[in-house]
């Protein structure tokens, strides 16, 4: 069946630093592939999609490209921010745009 | 965007009692819902779909006699943990989809 890989956490920088979280992906066909993040006491919230092989996804300053050849869709960030703390989750979907299959989430914590 | 309203956010329950969730669109109409569970350190793992007026469509592996879904509004989705045990513990999450999957805050559900 479809799944969904990604990093271990949690993950600790430093403000400033590059952010790279892996995610990799196994499916029938071609899935949407997505990011979404929780920050503390919140609900899911997407941060990023990508619909099909090369398209790059990216969002407040967030970004992830749709690696066919690699099954992967790794985020990434230049610059990491104390704001960004938080869990994020790497998604597919493959049976319909709504139904998904998530990673286990990473948590992120930066530090000033 | 659109959001999804989830409570209570927390609930620690006897054994062998029953609690119920809501799952609320507030600004938008949801003809379908889905239910999510995650165990520490797993993944989201999809539980079941609620459709409006009709029953809804259970995961493999899921008791639909100990986690009953109702789904009696476009706006409103309800699971009810039935004689709840502590295996049940868990943090549950719904979601409702309106051009893409919005999602409620979750509910960290404990059996004592």
């Known amino acids: 069946g479809d799944s969904v890989t990604q990093m271990e956490g949690p993950v600790t920088l430093s403000e400033e630093a590059f952010l790279t979280i892996n995610c990799t992906y196994t499916?029938?066909?071609?899935?949407?592939l997505f990011w979404y993040v929780q920050y503390p006491g919140e609900g899911l919230q997407l941060l990023l999609k990508?619909?099909?092989?090369?398209d790059k996804g990216s969002n407040k300053g967030f970004e992830a490209t749709y690696r066919k050849e690699t099954t992967s869709f790794h985020l990434e960030k230049g610059s990491v921010q104390v704001s960004d703390s938080a869990v994020y989750f790497c998604?597919?979907?493959?049976?319909?745009?709504?139904?998904?299959?998530f990673g286990k989430g990473t948590m992120l914590l930066v530090s000033p | 965007g659109a959001v999804v309203s989830q409570h209570p956010s927390r609930v620690i329950c006897k054994s062998g009692t029953s609690v119920k969730i809501e799952c609320r669109s507030l600004?938008?109409?949801?003809?379908?819902m889905f239910w999510y569970r995650q165990f520490p350190k797993k993944s989201l793992m999809l539980m079941a779909t609620?459709?409006?007026?009709?029953?809804?469509?259970?995961e493999q592996g899921v008791e639909k006699d100990k986690f009953l879904i109702n789904h009696a509004s476009l706006t409103l989705s309800t699971l009810t943990v039935t004689s709840a045990h502590p295996e049940d513990s868990s943090f549950y999450i719904c979601?409702?989809?309106?051009?893409?999957?919005?999602f409620g805050q979750g509910t960290r559900l404990t059996v004592v």
């Open positions: 499916a029938t066909g071609y899935p949407s």
């Open positions: 979601s409702a989809y309106a051009t893409e999957a919005f």
């Open positions: 600004d938008f109409q949801a003809t379908t």
């Open positions: 990508a619909t099909k092989a090369d």
């Open positions: 609620s459709n409006e007026g009709s029953k809804a469509t259970y």
């Open positions: 998604a597919l979907s493959a049976r319909g745009y709504s139904t998904l299959t």
